[in-house]
């Protein structure tokens, strides 16, 4: 399926514990943060993204891929894999792998500018990590 130039873009920062979730305008110029997921385990999460996705009609789903430093991709490449696989079977919305590095580190640092400590930082980190993931994405693809 080729992925489409215009819509909403839904994009995901996949977790164990949490998901973030992200989206796009129709134009594609700007994330913003949706929600952080708490579902329990990888196959209700790939189901919640798939619903948030038609819910939203998105036309496309980034899911942030983790890469190390040299570009090389370890062992939870391989989970963020599973998951898509598993989103796969679940929507018809076309799904592209996003390097995400240092996103997360990217969304401490902004939550720490603004002094967002404790559980509240725990309870947007994932989401503002979405949102990051899903800016790269925009801008890189403008």
């Known amino acids: 399926?080729?992925?489409?130039?215009?819509?909403?873009?839904?994009?995901?920062d996949y977790g164990d514990v949490r998901t973030?979730?992200?989206?796009?305008?129709?134009?594609?110029?700007?994330?913003?943060?949706?929600?952080?997921?708490?579902?329990?385990?990888?196959?209700?999460?790939?189901?919640?993204v798939a619903?948030?996705?038609?819910?939203?009609?998105?036309?496309?789903?980034v899911v942030g891929l983790?890469?190390?430093?040299?570009?090389?991709?370890?062992?939870?490449?391989?989970?963020?894999?599973?998951?898509?696989?598993?989103?796969?079977?679940?929507?018809a919305v076309p799904i592209a792998l996003w390097d995400e590095r240092l996103s997360t580190v990217e969304a401490h640092r902004i939550l720490s500018a603004g002094n967002t400590r404790g559980r509240r930082r725990k309870a947007v980190v994932d989401t503002l990590a979405a949102e990051i993931i899903l800016q790269s994405y925009l801008d890189a693809h403008r």
């Open 20 to 48: 973030g979730i992200a989206i796009s305008d129709e134009g594609r110029f700007l994330a913003s943060g949706l929600a952080t997921l708490r579902e329990n385990g990888m196959l209700k999460t790939a189901d919640r």
């Open 66 to 91: 983790p890469r190390n430093m040299d570009g090389s991709e370890g062992g939870r490449a391989e989970v963020i894999r599973a998951f898509v696989a598993h989103l796969a079977e679940r929507t």
């Open 1 to 12: 399926m080729s992925i489409e130039a215009k819509g909403r873009v839904l994009g995901v």
């Open 51 to 61: 619903a948030e996705a038609g819910e939203r009609g998105a036309t496309l789903i």
